[in-house]
C-alpha cells in the first residue's frame, strides 16, 4: 500500500523547472498564453451566445425546444453582448486559475 501511495505522490508532482535551460521564444510564450486563456474564453462566449439556437433545433423534448424557440423570439442584441461577455469572463477565468495554478507550483504550462 505504501508503495502504491508513494508512486501516486510521485505521478502527481511536476518535475522542477531548469533555471539555466533556454526560455521559449516570445511568440511561443504568447501562444500559450492564448490557448491557455484566450481560445477558452472566446469558445464559452460564442457557446454562451448560440446555447438556445442550437436548443431550438436539438433538444431532447418539446418543453425544451419551445422554451428555447420563445427565448430566440424575445432575444436582443444587448442580450447576446452581454452573454458573450458573460461566457468570455468564465472561460478567462478558468485559464488564468490554470495558470496562476502553474505559476504557484512553479512549472511550465
Known sequence: MEAL?????????????????ARDPLWLRWAKF??????????????????????????????????????VQRDTWEGMQWRFLEGVCLGGGLGLIYVGRCIVRRSDP
Open 5 to 21: 501511495l508513494e508512486a501516486d505522490e510521485k505521478a502527481i508532482d511536476d518535475p522542477p523547472l531548469n533555471p539555466d535551460g
Open 34 to 71: 492564448a490557448s491557455i486563456v484566450l481560445l477558452p474564453a472566446f469558445v464559452l462566449g460564442v457557446t454562451f451566445v448560440f446555447a438556445s439556437y442550437f436548443t431550438q433545433y436539438s433538444g431532447r423534448n418539446y418543453t425544451d425546444r419551445s422554451r428555447a424557440e420563445r427565448f
